[in-house]
């Protein structure tokens, strides 16, 4: 089991770019690294999805160093609704050949608060 | 579409009650995974079926609770007999196993109170 450390809480500021670490010491050769976001009282959402290196869509960006043991999600110019808890999840994506559900398994997230 | 559909938001039961969650998924999605969220557990990864079909259970607490998923667009969690320890919010979430992509689309929940 892939397991993964974030940090518990960051604030930064409207306007600033966030960067969000997350390690995983023992990620292994097909697991896959997935951000979510979560705001009170709603489900998580998707972010980003990546293997290695750069992964970029219209709302973040994930860097993947080379040995693959961290990856930082990457919020560009941030505002006040960026506020939520961030989640790191590393995994196979093949569970279904018995790799179990890592992929989809949360661990404590990363609380974000931005300040005006 | 409608995205993942939970039922009830709300659910206020007393201890001993029977309580049955339940779950639309996203039309066409092939896997579906139920969550218990606390504030000091995190979420919780309960069960999750692939084609209807249960594929780890691991996640249950206990026996009290039990989850089917009859056909490919419904899905309960039941928890019989209900403790106050069950207090939590339930997420179910489905997801298109395709490839390599297991983003999961999760419903609003259901906050559940057992007193």
């Known amino acids: 089991l892939a397991k993964t450390t974030q940090p518990i809480s960051m604030d930064s500021y409207e306007g600033q770019e966030v960067n969000i670490t997350c390690s995983h010491n023992?990620?292994?050769?097909?697991?896959?690294i997935t951000w979510y976001q979560q705001f009170p009282s709603q489900g998580p959402r998707f972010i980003i999805q990546g293997y290695k290196t750069k992964v970029t869509n219209e709302v973040a960006s994930l860097f993947i160093p080379a040995d693959r043991k961290s990856s930082t999600l990457s919020l560009p110019r941030v505002s006040l609704s960026d506020t939520a808890v961030y989640y790191c999840l590393v995994g196979d994506l093949y569970m279904y050949s018995g790799g179990g559900a890592d992929g989809l398994t949360f661990g404590k997230g990363t609380h974000l608060i931005i300040q005006p | 579409d409608a995205g993942v559909i939970q039922s009830p938001r709300h659910e206020v039961t007393e201890m001993g009650q029977e309580v049955t969650l339940r779950c639309k998924p996203i039309s066409g999605h092939n896997s579906l995974f139920w969550y218990r969220q606390t504030m000091m557990r995190g979420l919780e990864l309960l069960i999750y079926?692939?084609?209807?079909?249960?594929?780890?259970d691991s996640g249950m607490p206990e026996d009290r609770f039990s989850a089917k998923m009859p056909n490919a667009s419904f899905s309960t969690l039941k928890i019989q007999p209900s403790e106050p320890r069950d207090s939590a919010v339930y997420f179910c979430?489905?997801?298109?196993?395709?490839?390599?992509?297991?983003?999961?689309?999760f419903g609003q929940g259901t906050r559940l109170t057992v007193v």
């Open positions: 979430a489905s997801s298109q196993h395709s490839g390599g992509n297991t983003e999961a689309f």
């Open positions: 023992n990620i292994a050769t097909n697991d896959y």
């Open positions: 079926f692939n084609n209807n079909v249960p594929i780890d």
